[in-house]
């Protein structure tokens, strides 16, 4: 499981939140395989839908 800690930092004389990776991070295959359990479908599929999706936020949100 991944931990994020939220820090402040201080840049201009005002000050942003920035969140701060404290434990390890969970990879692709690790995704597809826990939702391979729960849903029965086949981890590379998950991990095609999975990879599709990061492009496709990628693009909607610039």
């Given at each position: 499981m991944v931990f994020y800690k939220n820090i402040k930092i201080k840049v201009n004389?005002?000050?942003y939140l920035k969140s701060v990776l404290v434990d390890f991070a969970i990879t692709t295959g690790q995704v597809?395989?826990?939702?391979t359990?729960?849903?029965k479908v086949s981890p590379d599929?998950?991990?095609a839908v999975l990879t599709a999706l990061?492009?496709?936020m990628g693009n909607y949100m610039s």
């Open positions: 004389g005002k000050w597809a395989k826990c939702v359990v729960e849903s599929d998950v991990r990061g492009g496709m």
